[in-house]
């Protein structure tokens, strides 16, 4: 089961020297967007699914919606930029069946630093702090 630090947190979870007694990488957070698109489908069960994939998932912080796309929005722990949006492309394919996810396609993904994420909300750029965190349409 993976673990996340507080996105107020530090570098995610201390650990030991690695057999060959240098320090590991720490994990870092970042702040993952993924858009899908795809044919319509009943709002309501759009809504639905993104429920059931924050439920199993609960690292999810918000997510939109609408009758033909969604986006989604989570940190994730990760020790670079390269792994993060490896999960993040992961993400809708391997949970379609589960939380019966409509079977759309990702037609976006942003996956940027914390201190980039911090940066532009005090800037005024990009995204508002994801609030109120859940499932909600556009």
Do not use: C
């Not at 590991?24 to 069960?45: F, I, M, Q, Y």
């Not at 019966?100 to 995204?127: D, K, M, N």
């Amino acid at each position: 089961m993976r673990r996340l630090a507080s996105v107020e947190g530090g570098k995610g979870p201390a650990a030991g020297p690695t057999d060959n007694g240098e320090e590991p990488p720490e994990s870092r957070l970042w702040h993952v967007t993924l858009s899908v698109s795809g044919d319509p489908a009943p709002p309501a069960d759009v809504r639905r699914a993104l429920e059931q994939l924050a439920h199993d998932h609960p690292f999810l912080l918000t997510s939109r919606y609408a009758a033909d796309h969604a986006e989604i929005r989570y940190w994730e722990e990760a020790l670079d930029l390269r792994d993060a949006a490896a999960v993040a492309l992961r993400l809708w394919g391997e949970h379609r069946r589960t939380a019966q996810l409509p079977p759309w396609e990702i037609v976006g993904l942003e996956v940027i630093g914390r201190e980039t994420y911090h940066q532009r909300i005090a800037e005024g750029h990009g995204p508002a702090p994801a609030s109120p965190v859940g499932v909600h349409p556009f």
